[in-house]
């Protein structure tokens, strides 16, 4: 093998339980500890339930058009190896920076998480008082906390996959263990009479949540994306991704149900970390701590999957010459692109300087980015069912064409539920602020790349 070879080669290095563990502790994350009260405000008990069902189904839906194409055409990338050769240079762009939107969101979201939950197990992040944001008061003492944990988590990251998924598999275990003791309790302790309201505000109410879902599910298409670091039969790539689809849905719909079960409508918008007073009525202060603990693991687990899936599409960016040449690089030890994971690390410190306020603003411009990049990846696997008919596709869809639209058309629709005019829309000029931002780094990057190139 040349040296040139040797610069671009991954290490396959993740088993099928790897793989698993991390799409799915990509997407639970921390937002269920967090965000629970929320989404049971806006929406009532059935409410939040049918907005997870059903931006579930759509996840399920999109995520068969990414198990064949991950199957078919097995390169770290993802979305931009099947938007570059379905669609074009061009295109591939606009589909891989919106992803990446999507991830650094989710990594910025968990910088801000951390001292979040921290405060909650540790009080006294209360020092030195910098400003006020939306009414939140943001204190040195809270954003250093994040600042460090972004520093860790980066690091760990560029020391090598195989570490950042033992770390993943055995953070997943303890939020698995925490949250099926926390069902089960809540199931023999619970009062159903907690459950009204059923409903809040209608289609408006489920509007709210399902907006939020996209930003709740990211996370099975980091499987694409690392896979030149997965060790599996390609058929069997698809099948992990679309496993770790399901198991999210029933954890977020569960998780719903516990919660209500044991906090009252009047109790609702008492605590920031929600779930783990639901789990405190269980199991006393044991309980909460417990579940913070779980929440603390989930942090960990989707901070790292979106490290990895994010500066692996970094990475094919560069690769082909859609970023600069030294976002492409590899490790020259442990083989990972340090210099993309360094960029995503560094945009994540910037996050704790806005307090907790910002955990909703990224949820939902992050989403955003993240539902154009899923409707790309459908047009890209109609336009290759058409186009390359003969390739070879392991994990093969049935009824791909009809499958394909229905992905599509739905991505279409959950971008409407952004814009304005819906009850749903993005907020100015928060969160439009950091999608044009987002535009305005990626337009730099990518002409800066275009004219070193020509």
């Known amino acids: 093998m040349s040296g040139a070879d040797q610069d671009t080669r991954f290490l396959r290095v993740l088993g099928r339980k790897d793989a698993l563990a991390l799409a799915f502790g ?6 269920w500890v967090v965000l629970s009260s929320t989404w049971i405000e806006s929406a009532g008990t059935a409410g939040a339930i049918i907005a997870f069902l059903i931006g579930g189904g759509i ?3 999109i995520g068969l058009t990414y198990a064949e194409l991950a199957s078919a055409l097995p390169f770290a990338g993802g979305e931009h190896v099947y938007s570059h050769r379905a669609l074009g240079a061009g295109a591939s762009f606009i589909c891989t920076w919106s992803i990446i939107l999507g991830y650094v969101s989710v990594v910025t979201f968990e910088a801000v998480a951390l001292p979040t939950v921290l405060d909650s197990i540790v009080p006294g992040l209360d020092r030195v008082f910098l400003w006020e944001i939306a009414g939140w008061d943001v204190y040195l003492s809270w954003v250093l906390t994040g600042v460090a944990g972004a520093i860790v988590m980066t690091v760990l990251n560029i020391r090598g996959v195989r570490m950042a998924a033992i770390v993943q598999s055995t953070v997943v275990l303890v939020i698995l263990i925490v949250g099926v003791a926390f069902l089960g309790g809540s199931f023999v302790a619970g009062d159903t009479s907690n459950l009204e309201p059923l409903f809040v505000d209608s289609i408006s109410g489920i509007t709210l949540v399902l907006v939020m879902v996209p930003f709740m599910f990211v996370g099975f298409d980091t499987i694409p994306q690392a896979a030149e670091e997965i060790d599996l039969p390609f058929r069997d790539i698809g099948v992990v991704l679309m496993l770790s689809v399901m198991m ?11 919660v209500s079960l044991m906090i009252n409508e009047d109790n609702l918008g008492s605590s920031d970390v929600l779930a783990a007073e639901a789990n405190s009525l269980i199991y006393g202060e ?3 701590l417990a579940m913070l603990g779980a929440g603390l693991a989930g942090i960990i687990t989707s901070w790292n999957a979106f490290i990895v899936g994010g500066s692996r599409a970094i990475y094919a960016l560069a690769r082909s010459n859609l970023l600069p040449a030294f976002l492409g690089k590899l490790h020259p030890r442990y083989r990972t692109p340090y210099n993309a994971i360094l960029l995503i690390g560094g945009l994540s410190m910037i996050g704790p300087f806005f307090g907790r306020p910002v955990l909703v603003w990224l949820v939902d411009a992050g989403g955003l980015g993240i539902i154009i990049a899923y409707g790309m990846v459908a047009w890209s696997f109609l336009v290759l069912r058409k186009k390359e008919p003969d390739l070879e596709r392991p994990y093969r869809v049935k009824f791909g064409k009809l499958v394909g639209i229905l992905a599509l058309v739905l991505s279409i629709g959950l971008g409407f539920l952004y814009l304005p005019g819906s009850p749903s829309a993005l907020l100015w000029p928060q969160e439009w602020v950091i999608i044009l931002g987002w535009v305005a780094l990626g337009a730099i990057l990518f002409l800066s790349a275009r004219k070193k190139q020509s």
């Not at 990509?26 to 937002?31: C, L, P, R, V």
């Not at 999210?248 to 516990?258: F, P, S």
């Open 248 to 258: 999210a849905i029933a954890w977020y719909g569960l998780i719903v149900l516990g």
């Open 59 to 61: 996840m399920l839906v």
């Open 286 to 288: 044991l309980g909460r």
């Open 26 to 31: 990509a997407m639970i994350g921390w937002s």
